[in-house]
């Protein structure tokens, strides 16, 4: 993605801003891990939305007034010692070529408190703007039982020192835009599959009766950084047997027995995008009769799913349809009785939003549109069998209909059987 994508985006999300007033977006910084660790860094998604920037604790302003729109970026100063201990920081004139923001609005972060004080909350000659701002924009996400979402923390002196500033939400005016990607979005996504199609052939030509599941999550992620991707979008799931029927199942240290299948829920990144593909296999390279029987019901729900999708439908059609195909499924497999049963073997959507973030951010309450990415991943979890089955495909939605972007990825039971052979 060039600067353009992010120059573009930027002026979208502005338009949505009221008048008179300011967005500040952090990029976030590494976690604590340890007494003298940290988790690696993971960028905050919206900011790099805005500005295709990986980098810790840069600051973003936008500022709405009047006519006229203001950006400024605030990064780490590339010094020498942070470039030898640290590694290399990015400059003032790389980041203004990665996101488009002129290079005389790139300041340091150690001028920020003094910018906000002296050229936005201020009514002197020097202000930046026309007049002082009344409102402030902030992501307000927050997780789970969080009291005060994240941005409070990182913004507190502002929000402290100005209490007459009005908080608005700008993380949901940033979701709704996420929600539709643009082409170059959808390219990095497709990528991001191509990686995880490789990890996942990658495993079927090597898996075997005895192997660890431990053995095999390092496979994938060993073969996707070959080809290129940064690393996986989210914990792999390698779950054996009865393993199969946990849902998010990570500990991926168990012994794969014969006649075992093997349930694959695992995806690359692709510059932050991600994918996300679920795949059930045969550890011997042989579906059992059984076995074959609950697969190809959930294969044929996975198919019927995906051919319902287009601009119009709502996600929840999609979840009310899969849902009462399995249940008809298992009532025909002789597991269930009755429709309202199939909680016992099935209890997860069909379909969420894939983009930057594995469940990525939008609406389910508007239908669905051209541009918008969703997973498809019926599954049956059988525990007494020992028969945990997901298939799950990543699927474009267009203005005539879907486009399939993990189709090359083989699905069907002879397809997987031939290859393992």
């Known amino acids: 993605m060039n600067s353009n994508e992010f120059i573009e985006r930027r002026k979208i999300l502005i338009d949505e801003l009221l008048d008179n007033s300011f967005a500040l977006l952090a990029s976030g910084e590494a976690m604590h891990k340890t007494w003298d660790q940290f988790h690696k860094y993971i960028p905050n ?28 970026i605030f990064i780490e100063e590339a010094s020498d010692y942070a470039n030898k ?23 340091y972060v150690q001028e920020f408190r003094n910018f906000i004080a002296s050229r936005v909350l201020t009514d002197s000659r020097a202000s930046l703007l026309s007049k002082v701002p009344e409102n402030l924009y902030l992501d307000m996400f927050r997780y789970r039982k969080m009291k005060k979402p994240v941005s409070f923390n990182f913004f507190s002196e502002i929000i402290d020192n100005y209490p007459e500033l009005y908080i608005k939400d700008l993380g949901g005016l940033i979701s709704d835009m996420r929600r539709i990607k643009t082409k170059a979005e959808v390219l990095e996504i497709q990528k991001a599959i191509d990686y995880t199609q490789k990890g996942i052939e990658a495993i079927w030509k090597n898996a075997k009766p005895g192997i660890n599941e431990a053995q095999l999550e390092a496979l994938f992620e060993y073969t996707i950084k070959v080809e290129g991707s940064k690393g996986v979008s989210f ?20 012994k794969i027995e014969d006649n075992s299948l093997v349930l694959l829920d695992l995806g690359a990144l692709s510059n932050l995008y991600a994918g996300d593909i679920s795949r059930t296999f045969p550890v011997n390279g042989k579906f059992t009769e059984r076995q074959s029987e609950f697969y190809q019901m959930v294969l044929d729900v996975n198919k019927k799913t995906i051919e319902m999708i287009k601009p119009g ?68 979890y059988i525990e007494e069998e020992a028969i945990g089955i997901r298939i799950e495909d990543d699927v474009l939605v267009t203005s005539k209909g879907h486009e399939n972007l993990s189709k090359n990825i083989i699905k069907e039971i002879k397809d997987i059987e031939d290859f393992m052979k």
């Open 45 to 72: 998604r919206n900011f790099f939305y805005l500005t295709g920037l990986m980098r810790e604790n840069f600051v973003l302003f936008l500022a709405k007034d009047d006519s006229q729109i203001h950006e400024y």
């Open 85 to 107: 201990w640290l590694g290399k920081r990015l400059t003032k004139e790389e980041v203004a070529e990665i996101s488009g923001i002129d290079i005389n609005n790139i300041l």
């Open 235 to 254: 914990d792999t799931i390698v779950a054996s047997g009865k393993n199969g029927t946990v849902l998010h199942y990570v500990e991926n240290d168990q």
């Open 313 to 380: 439908v709502y996600v929840k059609e999609l979840n009310d349809f899969a849902r009462d195909m399995l249940a008809e499924g298992m009532i025909r497999l002789g597991k269930i009785k009755e429709k309202s049963e199939i909680s016992k073997y099935y209890y997860h959507n069909v379909s969420h939003y894939l983009g930057l973030d594995v469940h990525d951010v939008g609406t389910y309450s508007q239908p669905l549109s051209p541009g918008a990415v969703i997973t498809v991943e019926p599954g049956i």
